[in-house]
């Protein structure tokens, strides 16, 4: 049986392929790639998100909609989801990205994921890329629990030293690499009791921070 195209894997079908195109081609390949597009898909999902989650959880205040907005459209959500729909599989990318694992970089998949929501805004209108984003987000949003928001792992990794008197984590910035433009971040989070250090890459030194820190939660409460 042959894979399924990544039309199928989106439930979308474009009018303009070359908007798919161009949404799953990194810069990497050469222009047009999908930088605007994810420029355009980023406040569109920001706008959806928020009008979804003030619909479901209409006593929750301002700040809790805001923490929970931020978890459901950070990287590591967008990279799950990207994984979810075999995007890699699918990216035009240059050759120096793709003999570096380009393909399997959360940066790249969660950037061509909003860059595909841009697209299909332009293809088909707002209520298409609504539609399908909510589409896309049906479980993260059922799982949501009112009045109580995901805390970010940074946050939950102090909280849990916090509660059993231990020191706060540290972290170290290990490497910085790529162009100014496209930075990629090597983070390391020390804990003195017990002793652990995990290492965390991400796209800013908070989303690298961010990763390492959720390593060590699970390593520390599996």
């Given at each position: 049986?042959?894979?399924?195209?990544?039309?199928?894997?989106?439930?979308?079908r474009?009018?303009?392929?070359a908007?798919?195109?161009?949404?799953?081609?990194?810069?990497?390949?050469?222009?047009p790639?999908?930088e605007?597009?994810?420029f355009?898909?980023?406040?569109?999902?920001d706008?959806?998100?928020?009008s979804l989650?003030?619909?479901?959880?209409?006593?929750?205040?301002?700040?809790?909609?805001?923490?929970?907005?931020?978890?459901?459209?950070?990287?590591?959500?967008?990279?799950?989801?990207?994984?979810?729909?075999?995007?890699?599989?699918?990216?035009?990318?240059?050759?120096?990205?793709?003999?570096?694992?380009?393909?399997?970089?959360?940066?790249?998949?969660?950037?061509?994921?909003?860059?595909?929501?841009?697209?299909?805004y332009?293809?088909?209108?707002?209520e298409?890329?609504?539609?399908?984003?909510?589409?896309?987000?049906?479980?993260?949003?059922?799982?949501?629990?009112?009045?109580s928001?995901?805390?970010?792992?940074?946050?939950?990794?102090?909280?849990?030293?916090q509660?059993?008197?231990?020191?706060?984590?540290?972290?170290?910035?290990?490497?910085?690499?790529?162009?100014?433009?496209?930075?990629?971040?090597t983070v390391?989070?020390?804990?003195?009791?017990?002793?652990?250090?995990?290492v965390?890459?991400?796209?800013?030194?908070?989303?690298?921070?961010?990763?390492?820190?959720?390593?060590?939660?699970?390593?520390?409460?599996?």
């Amino acid at each position: 049986m042959a894979e399924p195209s990544i039309a199928d894997r989106l439930g979308y079908r474009f009018a303009d392929p070359a908007l798919l195109r161009n949404a799953l081609t990194h810069r990497s390949f050469g222009t047009p790639n999908n930088e605007r597009l994810e420029f355009l898909g980023d406040g569109i999902l920001d706008f959806v998100i928020a009008s979804l989650l003030y619909q479901r959880f209409p006593e929750l205040p301002e700040g809790d909609l805001s923490r929970l907005r931020a978890n459901l459209v950070r990287q590591d959500t967008l990279h799950q989801l990207a994984k979810s729909l075999d995007l890699g599989q699918s990216l035009r990318l240059g050759e120096g990205e793709l003999r570096s694992g380009g393909a399997e970089r959360p940066s790249i998949l969660a950037d061509a994921l909003e860059a595909i929501l841009g697209a299909i805004y332009l293809d088909g209108g707002f209520e298409k890329a609504a539609g399908f984003i909510e589409r896309l987000y049906t479980q993260e949003i059922a799982a949501l629990k009112p009045g109580s928001p995901k805390k970010d792992p940074k946050t939950s990794l102090q909280e849990w030293l916090q509660g059993r008197k231990k020191a706060l984590p540290q972290y170290e910035l290990l490497e910085t690499s790529g162009a100014s433009h496209e930075q990629h971040f090597t983070v390391a989070c020390h804990i003195q009791n017990p002793t652990l250090r995990t290492v965390g890459q991400g796209s800013s030194r908070r989303i690298a921070e961010q990763a390492a820190a959720e390593l060590a939660l699970k390593a520390l409460n599996p």
